[in-house]
């Protein structure tokens, strides 16, 4: 069943019209319509209230949701952009971080959905934003009283020196999104002493869906009030020595309940 099948045999069980629908959710008729034809996707900020008035399960309505694809109107303008070998690689390489971010967190979703009681239905989203000039990070938190599932979409590096002869060249990195001191992301790399690379180089090769690189075993849902005291720290080392450090403070920005 796609998403706008499952929408409309929900709004069809509650007795309700697409301009009813429209009217308690509080969005334009054609903005139902819409989804209902399958041209386009309700926000991310429409699911809980989605779930309320149509009595939707949160986990069938977001599996659903991460599993359409609305067709992009603005294919000739990427074709045009294609032009440019480099700028093709860019935008292939984002489209395949998109595809497998939708996959893992489909997955997770599901799973969690399969392992879940009456009583911890209740499932929490955070989105990870950090807004620090050399390193950003974006990802998700998604938990409930049972599972937990840390998800890092991304971690980008920008500097004044990048692309230039000046840039740092290092052997190694270590990278670790700590929450209330715990490691909940960690990855190091270890190439060998007679290899050096910019700290960009060696971000860019971290496959951000190995899960070795999450800890499973934090409790998110216990871990809450601590959201606060979350920190991104990245370390460079030539061989032995540290050559250069960030820590910053990190952003979990609540979505839905």
Same mark, same amino acid.
């Given at each position: 069943?796609?998403?706008?099948?499952?929408?409309?045999?929900?709004?069809?069980?509650?007795?309700?019209?697409?301009?009813?629908?429209? %009217?308690?959710?509080?969005?334009?008729?054609?903005?139902?319509?819409?989804?209902?034809?399958?041209?386009?996707?309700?926000?991310?900020?429409?699911?809980?209230?989605?779930?309320?008035?149509?009595?939707?399960?949160?986990?069938?309505?977001?599996?659903?949701?991460?599993?359409?694809?609305?067709?992009?109107?603005?294919?000739?303008?990427?074709?045009?952009?294609? !032009?440019?070998?480099?700028?093709?690689?860019?935008?292939?390489?984002?489209?395949?971080?998109?595809?497998?971010?939708?996959?893992?967190?489909?997955?997770?979703?599901?799973?969690?959905?399969?392992?879940?009681?009456?009583?911890?239905?209740?499932?929490?989203?955070?989105?990870?934003?950090?807004?620090?000039?050399?390193?950003?990070?974006?990802?998700?938190?998604?938990?409930?009283?049972?599972?937990?599932?840390?998800?890092?979409?991304?971690?980008?590096?920008?500097?004044?020196?990048?692309?230039?002869?000046?840039?740092?060249?290092?052997?190694?990195? !270590?990278?670790?999104?700590?929450?209330?001191?715990?490691?909940?992301?960690?990855? %190091?790399?270890?190439?060998?002493?007679?290899? !050096?690379?910019?700290?960009?180089?060696?971000?860019?090769?971290?496959?951000?869906?190995?899960?070795?690189?999450?800890?499973?075993?934090?409790?998110?849902?216990?871990?809450?009030?601590?959201?606060?005291? %979350?920190?991104?720290?990245?370390?460079?080392?030539?061989?032995?020595?540290?050559?250069?450090?960030?820590?910053?403070?990190? %952003?979990?920005?609540?979505?839905?309940?």
């Amino acid at each position: 069943m796609k998403l706008e099948d499952y929408i409309i045999k929900l709004r069809k069980e509650k007795g309700l019209t697409q301009k009813q629908l429209a %009217a308690r959710l509080g969005i334009s008729n054609t903005a139902v319509s819409k989804w209902e034809c399958g041209c386009n996707l309700p926000d991310i900020s429409m699911v809980e209230p989605i779930c309320k008035v149509l009595d939707a399960d949160m986990f069938e309505l977001l599996s659903y949701l991460n599993n359409t694809n609305v067709s992009n109107p603005d294919d000739s303008e990427e074709k045009e952009q294609n !032009k440019n070998p480099k700028l093709v690689f860019i935008i292939s390489l984002v489209i395949l971080l998109v595809l497998i971010s939708i996959i893992l967190i489909t997955f997770t979703v599901i799973k969690i959905n399969y392992k879940r009681k009456n009583d911890t239905k209740e499932v929490k989203v955070y989105e990870i934003k950090s807004f620090e000039e050399n390193f950003t990070v974006n990802g998700y938190l998604m938990f409930n009283k049972q599972d937990s599932m840390v998800l890092i979409k991304d971690i980008s590096y920008q500097d004044t020196k990048r692309g230039i002869v000046e840039e740092l060249n290092v052997q190694n990195i !270590k990278i670790s999104l700590e929450i209330n001191e715990e490691s909940v992301f960690y990855f %190091a790399s270890s190439y060998p002493d007679d290899k !050096k690379f910019t700290i960009s180089e060696i971000i860019e090769t971290i496959d951000f869906n190995n899960e070795s690189f999450y800890n499973s075993d934090v409790n998110l849902y216990s871990s809450e009030e601590f959201f606060s005291n %979350a920190k991104l720290k990245v370390e460079c080392y030539k061989k032995d020595r540290m050559v250069y450090e960030n820590e910053q403070e990190i %952003a979990l920005i609540r979505k839905f309940t």
